[in-house]
Nanobody, 115 residues
Framework: QVQLVESGGGLVQPGGSLRLSCVAS????????MAWYHQAPGKQREFVAG???????KYPDSVKGRFTISRDNAKNTMYLQMNSLKPEDTGVYFC?????????WGQGTQVTVSS
């Protein structure tokens, strides 16, 4: 099993920045891919950033150039740096650990972009 705990959400003005954190524990060595997802109010959860390899990353066009995923293996922590935030970035952000047989999710952290 893998446990994930996100933090770092909050209220920010348009154009502002936030850094989200996700601390992983448990069977970390079994994780294939770590990623961040965004769920806007009333919408489905969508992929926003992920590691496709040890150092390779992937982003959808909607956040490319604004969001950066990173990690500190010594701290078992993954980060999402979000810059130039827009109102449409509002929602709950989840980190996910994809294993061969199962995906684990954190509880999510709320981000609200509003003036």
């Amino acid at each position: 099993q893998v446990q994930l705990v996100e933090s770092g959400g909050g209220l920010v003005q348009p154009g502002g920045s936030l850094r989200l954190s996700c601390v992983a524990s448990g069977s970390i060595s079994s994780i294939n891919i770590m990623a961040w997802y965004h769920q806007a109010p009333g919408k489905q959860r969508e992929f926003v950033a992920g590691f496709t390899g040890e150092y390779s990353t992937k982003y959808p066009d909607s956040v490319k150039g604004r969001f950066t995923i990173s990690r500190d293996n010594a701290k078992n922590t993954m980060y999402l740096q979000m810059n130039s935030l827009k109102p449409e970035d509002t929602g709950v952000y989840f980190c996910a650990a994809h294993l061969p047989q199962k995906t684990y999710w954190g509880q999510g952290t709320q981000v609200t972009v509003s003036s």
